[in-house]
């Protein structure tokens, strides 16, 4: 799903999804391809949600890095009750659930520390 020219579809290229705190340091790697496909599509699913914040951002407490051979595609920030996005040079945010957060994090296989 499209709106506003946010989309996520293009994250299912992945090949790696770098999982880091807000310090940058990594707590997983998921290189499972059906996992990153799965991930993607739910966030796609999901970009119709995502909005430029009209505060400052917010800090997320876990952020995947989607990466394909080597270069970025895009990250997503997760909080405990919103994720962010950086895409194609703009930031979004979007309110989310506890059990959403939980729900992405068991697509890619990785424990939720939260």
């Known amino acids: 799903m ?6 996520f579809s293009d994250l299912d290229e992945a090949d790696l999804v770098r999982v ?3 310090h ?17 599509r739910w966030l796609d699913e ?3 949600r995502f909005e430029t914040p009209r505060a400052e951002p917010r800090i997320m407490t876990l952020r995947l890095n989607f990466s394909h051979a ?8 997760l909080g405990r009750r919103y994720l962010t996005a ?9 309110d ?16 939720d520390p939260d």
């Open 2 to 7: 499209m709106l506003g020219g946010l989309s």
């Open 20 to 22: 880091t705190d807000n």
């Open 24 to 40: 940058d340091r990594e707590q997983a790697r998921v290189t499972d391809p059906t996992r990153i496909a799965a991930a993607a």
């Open 46 to 48: 999901r970009a119709d």
């Open 70 to 77: 080597g270069s970025a595609l895009g990250s997503v920030g």
């Open 86 to 94: 950086q895409r194609w040079g703009g930031f979004y945010q979007c």
């Open 96 to 111: 989310a659930l506890p059990d959403e957060r939980a729900e992405l994090m068991e697509l890619l296989g990785v424990p």
